[in-house]
């Protein structure tokens, strides 16, 4: 069985509710570090950080250049700004061309997160208007880390998953509300091998 | 063109390493201090683009084909800018700094990795709407003469026009834009009496040195390229090259902070990342 290291979910259009969601309801221990990419405005402050931080167990921040990547954190990509992962896991930021139409792109954090940590990635695709994040879910997928769309039916803009499941075959479609509860239990197990081998 | 499945069985990471060390020891660029997220996206870019099959052939083109070369320093510079690129930086350029330099009989700016050269053309405009630019020389440098070529003919698309007005006024613009260049066709000339202020020339901050001393320094989306060493290069030869009180200007996401130059510094406006060299750290 793989040890994930990194999750990294991507959202658009409806993706502010869809986070909510999702980081309200992880463990307070969750044991794998969050990257999270999700299309803001270039000149937007950003507030969905502050907000999401509110209702998360766990530290909710934007992420700054050469940065640690540590557990019990979410990292957000800043606006204007596309975030990419290390291989000594820390972050970069960069302000290359817009990708999709959107920087941050979903695709180049996904991209570089495959890159980086190789299988040991979990890849969540959530609602959207956009084609952004199929091909990192394509790339993540033949790295052979672990990819997840949200079930396009229950995406307030199905656009976005229905893109990556016609261009990769996901391991997992599941329904907003299961995808927490889904990441909590790849935690816990996480952590139980951990005990196990310590 | 490579397969998403091919390139999880390439050795990415030595590759990349055998590549960067390849093209230092040919041409002495040295990319070895760069984010290596940064150089990976790059390189299989090009990679997706050409019809080269992998890293190592790569290598060996760039070895033999200098013109190749020229493509891949390109791609590994980030020439993406825009004329007044975040106004408020311009706007607390205007309010903040200005007037510290309005003081000295002359103005020296550096503006190191001035890509294209629209920002380098904001600032011209802005001394000159505070009465300044006739007492003022900014040097201009890039490590890309490509990029360069372009910045010294001082013309533009007027695709991003409508764009460039915006971040104008939200910079505190006294008047407008089109007051400073001619407009033909689809492009946009700027005056003459700028370019005359601005010396372009080639500067690598990873293997050059301090060659003048200015009044303030600006270089903005470039450390963010730079592994911490490298950055701590940088940011000393910034501090080097800077006056006694001199102002160093950077990208929003980007800080002294970590460097062992940090404590030199302090901020003059904390958001817009513009600080000033402490008096007394000239060891």
Redesign the interface.
Same mark, same amino acid.
């Given at each position: 069985m793989t040890n994930y290291e990194l999750v990294a979910i991507g959202a658009s259009a409806g993706g502010m509710n869809a986070l909510k969601e999702i980081l309200s309801n992880l463990d307070r221990d969750f044991a794998f570090p969050i990257v999270a990419v999700q299309h803001v405005a270039p000149d937007s402050e950003n507030y969905l950080v502050e907000y999401l931080d509110e209702y998360s167990n766990l530290s909710v921040r934007e992420a700054?250049? +050469?940065q640690s990547i540590l557990p019990y954190h979410v990292y957000f990509a800043?606006p204007n700004?596309h975030l %990419? $992962?290390?291989?000594?896991k820390t972050f970069?930021?960069? $302000?290359?061309?817009k990708v999709n139409y959107s920087r941050p792109s979903i695709d $180049?954090s996904f991209?570089?997160a495959a %890159?980086?940590y +190789?299988e040991r990635v979990i890849g969540i695709l959530l609602t959207g208007a956009s084609q952004d994040g199929a091909k990192g879910m394509?790339?993540l997928?033949?790295? +052979?880390s672990m990819t997840i769309v949200q079930e396009p039916k229950t995406a307030s803009v199905p656009v976005m998953p229905k893109a990556a499941i016609e261009l990769v075959t996901v391991d997992y479609k599941l329904p907003l509300e299961k995808i927490a509860p889904f990441l909590n239990t790849l935690s816990r197990t996480h952590a139980g091998r951990k005990e196990q081998k310590g | 063109m490579i397969n998403n499945q091919d390139l999880a069985q390439e050795n990415i990471s030595i590759d990349i390493k055998l590549l960067l060390e390849a093209i230092y020891l040919k041409y002495g660029h040295d990319f070895r201090n760069y984010s290596q997220a940064h150089l990976k996206r790059r390189i299989l870019h090009r990679l997706m683009l050409s019809n080269i099959n992998s890293i190592s052939e790569m290598q060996y083109k760039v070895l033999h084909e200098p013109e190749f070369m020229q493509e891949i320093l390109t791609d590994f510079s980030i020439n993406v800018t825009e004329m007044f690129r975040d106004p408020a930086f311009y706007l607390t350029m205007r309010k903040d700094v200005l007037p510290v330099l309005r003081t000295y009989p002359y103005i020296k700016i550096w503006h190191a990795g001035c890509s294209t050269g629209e920002e380098v053309y904001s600032m011209a405009i802005l001394l000159e709407e505070e009465g300044l630019l006739d007492k003022t020389l900014i040097y201009a440098t890039d490590n890309n003469e490509t990029v360069l070529k372009v910045a010294k003919k001082a013309e533009y698309s007027t695709e991003n026009l409508k764009n460039y007005q915006k971040n104008y006024e939200k910079g505190g613009g006294k008047g407008k834009l089109s007051d400073y260049y001619e407009e033909k066709g689809s492009v946009i000339k700027f005056d003459p009496r700028f370019r005359k202020r601005i010396v372009f020339s080639e500067h690598n901050l990873v293997t050059d040195n301090v060659f003048t001393e200015v009044h303030l320094i600006i270089c903005r989306n470039v450390l963010i390229y730079f592994n911490r060493n490298l950055q701590n290069r940088v940011i000393k030869l910034f501090h080097d090259s800077l006056m006694k009180e001199g102002v160093l200007g950077i990208g929003s996401k980007e800080s002294v902070d970590y460097s062992r130059y940090g404590d030199a510094f302090e901020y003059i406006n904390k958001n817009q990342k513009i600080y000033i060299k402490k008096s007394g750290n000239d060891e």
């Amino acid at each position: 069985m793989t040890n994930y290291e990194l999750v990294a979910i991507g959202a658009s259009a409806g993706g502010m509710n869809a986070l909510k969601e999702i980081l309200s309801n992880l463990d307070r221990d969750f044991a794998f570090p969050i990257v999270a990419v999700q299309h803001v405005a270039p000149d937007s402050e950003n507030y969905l950080v502050e907000y999401l931080d509110e209702y998360s167990n766990l530290s909710v921040r934007e992420a700054s250049e +050469k940065q640690s990547i540590l557990p019990y954190h979410v990292y957000f990509a800043p606006p204007n700004y596309h975030l %990419l $992962v290390e291989e000594d896991k820390t972050f970069s930021l960069t $302000v290359s061309e817009k990708v999709n139409y959107s920087r941050p792109s979903i695709d $180049v954090s996904f991209e570089s997160a495959a %890159l980086a940590y +190789k299988e040991r990635v979990i890849g969540i695709l959530l609602t959207g208007a956009s084609q952004d994040g199929a091909k990192g879910m394509q790339m993540l997928h033949g790295f +052979k880390s672990m990819t997840i769309v949200q079930e396009p039916k229950t995406a307030s803009v199905p656009v976005m998953p229905k893109a990556a499941i016609e261009l990769v075959t996901v391991d997992y479609k599941l329904p907003l509300e299961k995808i927490a509860p889904f990441l909590n239990t790849l935690s816990r197990t996480h952590a139980g091998r951990k005990e196990q081998k310590g | 063109m490579i397969n998403n499945q091919d390139l999880a069985q390439e050795n990415i990471s030595i590759d990349i390493k055998l590549l960067l060390e390849a093209i230092y020891l040919k041409y002495g660029h040295d990319f070895r201090n760069y984010s290596q997220a940064h150089l990976k996206r790059r390189i299989l870019h090009r990679l997706m683009l050409s019809n080269i099959n992998s890293i190592s052939e790569m290598q060996y083109k760039v070895l033999h084909e200098p013109e190749f070369m020229q493509e891949i320093l390109t791609d590994f510079s980030i020439n993406v800018t825009e004329m007044f690129r975040d106004p408020a930086f311009y706007l607390t350029m205007r309010k903040d700094v200005l007037p510290v330099l309005r003081t000295y009989p002359y103005i020296k700016i550096w503006h190191a990795g001035c890509s294209t050269g629209e920002e380098v053309y904001s600032m011209a405009i802005l001394l000159e709407e505070e009465g300044l630019l006739d007492k003022t020389l900014i040097y201009a440098t890039d490590n890309n003469e490509t990029v360069l070529k372009v910045a010294k003919k001082a013309e533009y698309s007027t695709e991003n026009l409508k764009n460039y007005q915006k971040n104008y006024e939200k910079g505190g613009g006294k008047g407008k834009l089109s007051d400073y260049y001619e407009e033909k066709g689809s492009v946009i000339k700027f005056d003459p009496r700028f370019r005359k202020r601005i010396v372009f020339s080639e500067h690598n901050l990873v293997t050059d040195n301090v060659f003048t001393e200015v009044h303030l320094i600006i270089c903005r989306n470039v450390l963010i390229y730079f592994n911490r060493n490298l950055q701590n290069r940088v940011i000393k030869l910034f501090h080097d090259s800077l006056m006694k009180e001199g102002v160093l200007g950077i990208g929003s996401k980007e800080s002294v902070d970590y460097s062992r130059y940090g404590d030199a510094f302090e901020y003059i406006n904390k958001n817009q990342k513009i600080y000033i060299k402490k008096s007394g750290n000239d060891e």
